[in-house]
């Protein structure tokens, strides 16, 4: 702590001591609020349109009609201004809602209007009082009574009122909500998101369900994951990186349709478009399948831009992004050809060598290694993603990159899989889910293989409580595993989830 840092704690700490020498509890118990600061505005609003014309325009001889006033309200917030004009001090009060002047004049508050020295921005505090306009037309509240509602006695930043350092921001998120409105409306659009995707869940029948996040094994997806340890068993788990398989073995067991709303948790570095924590929708529908799946995701998207953005659009990077179905279903395999002249079908590319070799003649750097699917995904990372800018799905993956999906009856070396994808990022992942449990379990074996052998590069694990859970009977199903973090980052414009995530991963200092 800085030498000024720390004598204006000391200032902060003698005010508060100066207010509980004055009989003033500085951190009361509760607070009755009437009204928030935009609601306050509004009735003032309401007040204004009611009274209508105050008559002819003032002379010399006609003095100005008294201005228009509400009942009391009683508005709470922190303090982020403060300015004293004479006998006068005005106040900016801010809550959840947004913000509100306050006026506080010595004749109305003969008894507490010297006690306002004790006050900082940053202390929060209650205000009662009549809502009106001053002579410039600014929403205030003229305080009859006020009270403190915490005194903060460690100042906000220099800069809090525009907080620009990336690294503070995010460490110290409270001071970014503070000072920075976007954020505000960021943290306010995804729970608003959230609520609208529940909503759009329950109206189409699915059941809403928890899966464990301690698992014994970290499967449903291809990631590295978190392990801990747990002592009353004396045994190793994982915190899941899917929700994938137990919403699984809920169809086995008879529930229709059903998704969860929850946090994964995967071993990885951090960019743009990855926190190790995040948040996704995982939902499976008995009797459906991948394009059932696809018209279900672009119905969703459209649905809840209209009822959280109110219109089917975004601006995001220049382009603005549309919502409306349909989207094009784009062939994966023939993208490919089209990016970057490698036909991954040709039954010369059909091992990694071949493809190895194709894609080294092309420029790539495949000298790590890496597995013919990992290649794969390369291609669709460094050729295919960036095209994408409008709403749109791929479709039909080879095999060898989705061990969870149903093969397509007319090609066995494609399987019913699609991404979707928006300005470039990918948005979701659904398969015709596959069940079954024979071709389930060499699938999975090979994935072990494979592991073996590419040890360098993550694959999915075999799990025999969900092979012997479908071994039962899983009826067709139709899969989706959708971001969330960047449902909201499509929504809010944003291109970093950093943004969008309230506490997101930092290194420690």
């Known amino acids: 702590m800085s030498e000024a840092e720390s004598k204006l704690i000391g200032d902060r700490l003698q005010k508060l001591q100066s207010l509980r020498e004055k009989g003033i509890e500085p951190y009361p118990t509760r607070y009755d609020r009437s009204h928030t600061t935009q609601q306050a505005i509004e009735l003032l609003k309401r007040a204004e349109i009611e009274d209508g014309p105050r008559g002819i325009a003032p002379t010399n001889d006609t003095p100005a009609p008294a201005p228009i006033k509400t009942a009391d309200v009683s508005i709470a917030g922190r303090i982020v201004r403060?300015?004293?004009?004479?006998?006068?001090?005005f106040i900016d009060i801010l809550d959840a809602s947004?913000?509100?002047?306050?006026?506080?004049?010595?004749d109305n508050l003969p008894d507490s209007y010297d006690t306002l020295k004790d006050l900082d921005i940053g202390d929060w505090m209650g205000i009662t009082g009549p809502a009106m306009r001053t002579k410039t037309g600014e929403a205030t509240i003229e305080v009859k009574s006020w009270l403190v509602l915490s005194k903060s006695v460690r100042p906000l930043p220099e800069k809090w009122h525009g907080l620009t350092d990336t690294e503070q921001r995010f460490r110290q998120r409270y001071l970014d909500l503070i000072s920075n409105e976007e954020a505000r409306r960021v943290a306010v659009l995804r729970s608003k998101t959230i609520s609208a995707l529940r909503r759009y869940m329950d109206g189409r029948g699915f059941m809403e369900v928890e899966t464990p996040v301690l698992?014994?094994?970290?499967t449903g997806g291809t990631a590295k994951p978190f392990v801990t340890h747990y002592n009353a068993l004396d045994?190793?788990?994982y915190l899941r990186i899917a929700t994938e398989l137990y919403l699984k073995r809920l169809i086995v067991g008879g529930l229709e349709k059903v998704y969860e709303?929850?946090?994964?948790?995967?071993?990885e570095g951090l960019d743009l478009t990855h926190n190790p924590e995040f948040t996704t929708m995982e939902s499976y529908e008995a009797f459906a399948d991948y394009n059932d799946v696809m018209k279900m995701v672009e119905d969703l998207y459209y649905t809840l831009a209209m009822e959280v953005l109110g219109k089917p659009t975004v601006e995001i990077d220049g382009h603005t992004i549309n919502f409306t179905p349909p989207w094009p279903r784009i062939d994966l395999c023939s993208e490919i050809l089209k990016r970057s002249g490698i036909d991954i079908l040709s039954p010369q590319l059909a091992e990694v060598e071949g493809l190895k070799a194709a894609?080294?003649?092309?420029?790539?750097?495949?000298?790590?290694?890496?597995?013919?699917?990992g290649m794969v995904d390369k291609l669709i990372s460094q050729d295919v993603e960036a095209h994408l800018v409008q709403p749109s799905f791929l479709v039909n993956y080879p095999v060898q990159t989705s061990p969870l999906a149903k093969r397509r009856k007319d090609n066995p070396a494609l399987v019913e899989r699609f991404e979707g994808f928006v300005v470039g990022m990918e948005i979701c992942n659904a398969f015709s889910e596959l069940n079954d449990?024979?071709?389930?379990?060499?699938?999975?074996?090979?994935?072990?293989a494979l592991r073996n052998v590419f040890k360098d590069e993550d694959m999915d694990r075999l799990d025999e409580d969900f092979l012997v859970a479908i071994e039962h009977g899983m009826p067709p199903t139709g899969g989706l595993g959708l971001g969330i973090d960047r449902m909201v980052m499509v929504f809010s414009g944003h291109r970093s989830i950093r943004e969008v995530v309230l506490f997101p991963q930092m290194r420690n200092r």
């Open 82 to 89: 403060y300015r004293k004009m004479g006998k006068a001090t």
């Open 98 to 106: 947004g913000k509100i002047q306050a006026l506080m004049r010595q």
């Open 215 to 218: 698992v014994n094994v970290p």
């Open 235 to 237: 045994s190793d788990l």
């Open 261 to 267: 709303i929850g946090r994964l948790f995967r071993n």
């Open 359 to 373: 894609m080294q003649e092309k420029g790539y750097d495949v000298k790590k290694q890496m597995s013919w699917a």
């Open 437 to 448: 449990p024979v071709d389930q379990r060499r699938r999975f074996e090979q994935q072990e």
